[in-house]
Nanobody
Framework: QVQLVESGGGLVQPGGSLRLSCAAS????????MAWFRQAPGKEREFVAG????????NYADSVKGRFTISRGVAKNTVYLQMNSLKPEDTAVYYC??????????????????WGQGTQVTVSS
């Protein structure tokens, strides 16, 4: 089994930056892709960015393209989300997710079987 632990959330002013981290432990060799999703109050959870474990290809939601960057750590057991030019509408709980079953870089929640507990990001002046 793989466990995911997020960190790095907090309060930031509009236009500021934050970097989220997700540390994976356990049987990480089974992981095909990892992703970040977010859920704002009263809204459904949505895809933010994903990265394929092998090869490092990435995918982004249109709302964050050019502002957010997903990357893997050198040891490949950590994934990061660098968030720049943050906007109030980026306020949400951010969740790390891993795909150990499906083998694709998907934007659908249903194709990620492992989830972290989430970390709050608040963008406000």
């Amino acid at each position: 089994q793989v466990q995911l632990v997020e960190s790095g959330g907090g309060l930031v002013q509009p236009g500021g930056s934050l970097r989220l981290s997700c540390a994976a432990s356990g049987r990480t060799f089974n992981v095909y892709a990892m992703a970040w999703f977010r859920q704002a109050p009263g809204k459904e959870r949505e895809f933010v960015a994903g990265i394929r474990w092998s090869g490092g290809s990435t995918n982004y939601a249109d709302s964050v393209k050019g502002r957010f960057t997903i990357s893997r750590g050198v040891a490949k057991n950590t994934v990061y989300l660098q968030m720049n030019s943050l906007k109030p509408e980026d306020t949400a709980v951010y969740y790390c997710a891993a795909d150990s079953l499906f083998g694709s870089l998907s934007m659908r929640m249903s194709e990620y079987d492992l989830w972290g507990q989430g970390t709050q990001v608040t963008v406000s002046s």
